[in-house]
């Protein structure tokens, strides 16, 4: 039985998905467990937040755009309506112009796909 309810998004570079009838420390498992089988590693916890990260940082400074490098913070919280939420923040910022805002963007995409089958 999928959880999955729905997806918004809060504003550029955060996305959120909703999940109804799922303990929060159930579902932090399964999320962290579709980030390390996407190929994220945890790097550190920001908050309430899990700070992920795809690639090497070193590689993407010394060869641009050609390396794919993403820095995403996870944070699952309860709302009003008792669902839980699990909000997806791009921490890279704006670098990288265009070509790496639509990365970013498909990544997300990506990823929301990834969550929606739990």
């Given at each position: ?34 980030f ?82 739990l």
């Amino acid at each position: 039985m999928s959880h999955y309810d729905r997806t918004f998004t809060i504003r550029d570079g955060v996305e959120a998905c909703t999940f109804a009838d799922i303990d929060p420390e159930t579902l932090a498992v399964q999320v962290h467990e579709v980030f390390t089988s996407a190929g994220y590693r945890v790097i550190g916890e920001e908050g309430s937040a899990s700070i992920y990260e795809y690639g090497s940082k070193l590689k993407r400074v010394l060869l641009g755009a050609m390396v794919r490098y993403f820095k995403i913070a996870v944070s699952l919280h309860l709302d009003a309506n008792g669902e839980v939420v699990v909000r997806l923040q791009n921490r890279l910022g704006d670098s990288g112009g265009s070509v790496a805002k639509k990365r970013i963007k498909r990544e997300h995409q990506r990823l929301v796909t990834l969550l929606q089958a739990l």
